[in-house]
């Protein structure tokens, strides 16, 4: 086992922990199946968890949040809060900044939330960037300068362009 998998396993732990003390909803169980990882939740109502999953963050892709109430199941992962049995959105999650910005080679240096690369370019073809797409994906931008990654949800626009909310320069998609 590497210092990597102890370090995040137990951070794992801790959230877990945390989130089982939140208020009408209770912890029931950690399933993982095929490398996807989903703690599973009961709530009284749906009302009850679209609150707890509006509150928790989900920073990681292939993790997940469920819970199982009496009106229908409802989950969350890295982009969204969703109906469990017909899988359609129901809002983004929303993304709180961290106390203070933090550069890194796989995270959005504002949220701290994992930024995933886009396909590879097709050469000769310019690719509209539509933003709405890129939220639903987790796909986002990278500033070469500050070598720090940014989520779609945290970067600002001059004009049609994402800048980097560091340095102030024009960014580009984050590619695999
Ligand atoms: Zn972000
Ligand atoms: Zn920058």
């Given at each position: ?71 229908g199941s409802f989950g969350k ?55 709405e797409d890129l939220k639903k ?40």
């Amino acid at each position: 086992m590497s210092i990597f998998t102890r370090l995040f396993g137990k951070k794992d732990d801790e959230e877990t922990k945390t989130r089982r003390q939140a208020k009408g909803v209770r912890f029931r169980e950690v399933e993982t199946t095929n490398g996807n990882r989903y703690e599973v939740f009961t709530a009284t109502s749906r009302d009850t968890a679209l609150e707890f999953l509006r509150a928790e963050d989900v920073k990681e892709e292939r993790s997940y949040l469920v819970v199982e109430t009496p009106d229908g199941s409802f989950g969350k992962d890295l982009v969204m809060i969703f109906d469990e049995k017909t899988s359609e959105m129901i809002e983004f999650g929303e993304r709180k900044p961290l106390p203070q910005l933090k550069k890194s080679k796989a995270h959005c240096a504002r949220c701290g939330y994992a930024v995933l690369p886009a396909g590879r370019a097709v050469a000769g073809v310019t690719e509209m960037i539509v933003m709405e797409d890129l939220k639903k994906k987790g796909v986002g931008f990278s500033c070469q300068t500050c070598r720090t990654l940014w989520c779609p949800f945290c970067i600002s626009l001059q004009g049609a362009a994402p800048i980097c909310g560091i340095c102030g320069k024009v960014i580009k998609l984050l590619r695999a």
